[in-house]
Nanobody, 126 residues
Framework: QVRLVESGGGSVEVGGSLRLSCVVSGYDYSRDCIGWFRQAPGQEREGIAAIWDARVRYDMGSVRGRFTISQDKNTVYLQMNNLKLEDTGLYYC??????????????????????WGQGIQVTVSS
């Protein structure tokens, strides 16, 4: 049974930091693209960062330089620094694949995702 379990969310002030964790289990995800999506209130889910083979990283401009994705065995992390109000939302761990040469060019689109975690809330306040 595929399981993606997120943890580490919560409330933080502008400029603060949080680290999200996602434990992946239940299948061979070694060639999958593992990502983080978020959904802000009233908006669609968007991919913000992804990692493949525990080393090839992808991110979107809105988080570049502030968020870092990493992987240690079956746990994928999202280190979020210098948080902004607009980072508030539900954060989801995702997988899609398998892939042989890295994440798909459209890794950040929700319809590419095969598996979703349950989501975890991040709230940034002033």
């Amino acid at each position: 049974q595929v399981r993606l379990v997120e943890s580490g969310g919560g409330s933080v002030e502008v400029g603060g930091s949080l680290r999200l964790s996602c434990v992946v289990s239940g299948y061979d995800y070694s060639r999958d693209c593992i990502g983080w999506f978020r959904q802000a209130p009233g908006q669609e889910r968007e991919g913000i960062a992804a990692i493949w083979d525990a080393r090839v990283r992808y991110d979107m401009g809105s988080v570049r330089g502030r968020f870092t994705i990493s992987q240690d065995k079956n746990t994928v992390y999202l280190q979020m620094n210098n948080l902004k109000l607009e980072d508030t939302g539900l954060y989801y761990c995702t997988t899609d694949g398998p892939h042989t040469h890295g994440c798909d060019g459209y890794w950040y689109t929700a319809n590419k995702v095969d598996h979703w975690g349950q989501g975890i809330q991040v709230t940034v306040s002033s």
